[in-house]
């Protein structure tokens, strides 16, 4: 480094830190920058999955009232075909794969309420919609009898109505700049 004759010593020491100083700063603002971007990516991209298992549970619930009130085994049977082809195609259609790629990063970000918002909706959904893996049909689909069915219905609908969904979306829309939404209370 060459100094003029009459620079004090100290001042290029303080421009190196002052320098340094200004660069970590600037990395360490790029970095938070990128970090809100990516939790912004996987929040949209986890409520969009929330979104897709809460149309598949409502889509349940008047198939499995119409199930419950059939009054032939005619009706019966054919509200059992109903309801057994929606619950099957809403094991195939309803994931938790941008849940589980981001959820170390919503981890991370989330507040301890925020996160337990989401990962009860998460943990109910992987109740329902965990096949058992000896009730499955050569092709991968559940066999599903009478009972699963009731059973498989009634989750369904408490799930809805308890509002973990709900709650967990509108966490998921708060962080992702969205309209400010209500954090509804636990029921």
Avoid: N
Avoid at 13 to 25: D, P, R, S
Avoid at 114 to 142: F, H, K, M, N, T
């Amino acid at each position: 480094m060459i100094v003029a004759a009459d620079t004090p010593v100290w001042l290029p020491f303080v421009t190196l830190i002052g320098g340094a100083l200004l660069a970590g700063g600037t990395t360490y603002l790029f970095k938070r920058r990128d970090e809100k971007r990516e939790v912004k990516a996987a929040v949209r991209l986890v409520e969009s999955e929330l979104r897709m298992a809460e149309g598949a549970l409502s889509a349940i619930a008047p198939l499995a009232a119409e199930f419950e009130s059939a009054e032939s085994e005619r009706e019966k049977s054919k509200a059992r075909r109903s309801l057994r082809a929606r619950i099957t195609s809403s094991y195939t259609q309803v994931t938790d794969e941008a849940w589980q790629e981001s959820r170390m990063l919503l981890g991370r970000h989330l507040d301890p309420p925020e996160w337990d918002a989401l990962r009860a909706a998460y943990v109910s959904l992987a109740i329902l919609w965990a096949p058992d893996q000896e009730a499955l049909s050569e092709e991968g689909d559940p066999v599903l009898d009478d009972a699963t069915l009731e059973l498989e219905a009634a989750i369904a609908s408490d799930l809805l109505g308890a509002g973990y969904l709900e709650r967990a979306r509108a966490v998921c829309q708060r962080h992702a700049d969205l309209p400010p939404v209500e954090i509804p209370a636990p029921r």
